[in-house]
């Protein structure tokens, strides 16, 4: 069964600072990846998505995250945050080929952002 | 406009009363889900269908039941079997191009027990 682990629950940072968020995902098949992110009250937008190719992957607002298949891992990162940024990130996986199960993701317990000024 | 839309914003349960939450999607996507969320737990998925007149069981399902009557419409009730049923309810929904998926949620429902 695949799982996916946000190992800090939140993260404090300034303005204009870099901030990496981690994710760390367990599957025993290939996996496609994740990370959306979720401003109080409101439904959950897609920031990015890894599926194949090139490990490293754009989003919006300024995002990226790497993709290292060795490592488990797809860390978020933005080199310069703004207040606007605050809120909660989500990790999520879904395995590759899975018939008949339709896309089950699995989602991490989340990271909460909170840019200071 | 395209999108999912949730209904109400707020819900308010009476002990031992059925509710239904509203999902609505005009993207013409296949398949759709339901997710509970709660503090410091992620999502758990309740339910999900991939076609109408199809919906499978999630990690969750216990307390609630669904239905997928049309494309565009997944409604899910809130029986009175759930006794813990307080929590932030997503809507979400996907269209399959070939072997992968992307998942676009709606707004959310907060349910509350009075």
């Known amino acids: 069964a695949q799982s996916v682990t946000q190992l800090d629950s939140q993260v404090p940072v300034f303005e204009e600072a870099p901030v990496e968020l981690r994710c760390n995902y367990s599957s025993s098949v290939s996996v496609y990846l994740f990370w959306y992110v979720q401003y109080p009250n409101q439904g959950l937008q897609l920031l990015l998505k890894?599926?194949?190719?090139?490990?490293l992957v754009k989003g919006i607002n300024g995002f990226e995250a790497e993709f290292n298949k060795s490592q488990t891992s797809f860390h978020l990162r933005k080199p310069s945050v703004h207040i606007s940024d605050t809120a909660e990130y989500f990790c999520?996986?879904?395995?590759?080929?899975?018939?008949?199960?339709?896309?089950?993701?699995?989602f991490g317990t989340g990271t909460q952002l909170k840019v200071e000024l | 406009d395209g999108g999912i839309t949730q209904s109400p914003k707020y819900l308010f349960r009476k002990e031992g009363q059925n509710v239904t939450l509203s999902c609505e999607q005009n993207?013409?996507?296949?398949?759709m889900y339901w997710y509970r969320q709660d503090p410091g737990q992620g999502l758990r998925l309740i339910y999900y269908s991939q076609i109408v007149n199809d919906f499978q069981k999630g990690d969750i399902a216990e307390g609630y039941s669904v239905s997928r009557e049309k494309k565009e419409s997944f409604p899910l009730t809130v029986t009175s079997a759930q006794k813990n049923p307080t929590a932030f309810y997503l809507c979400?929904?996907?269209?399959?191009?070939?072997?992968?998926?992307?998942?676009?949620f709606g707004p959310g429902t907060r349910l509350l027990v009075l």
């Open positions: 890894y599926l194949s190719g090139s490990t």
């Open positions: 979400a929904s996907s269209i399959r191009t070939g072997p992968q998926e992307t998942q676009y």
């Open positions: 993207l013409n996507h296949d398949a």
């Open positions: 999520a996986v879904s395995e590759f080929g899975i018939t008949g199960g339709g896309n089950k993701l699995t």
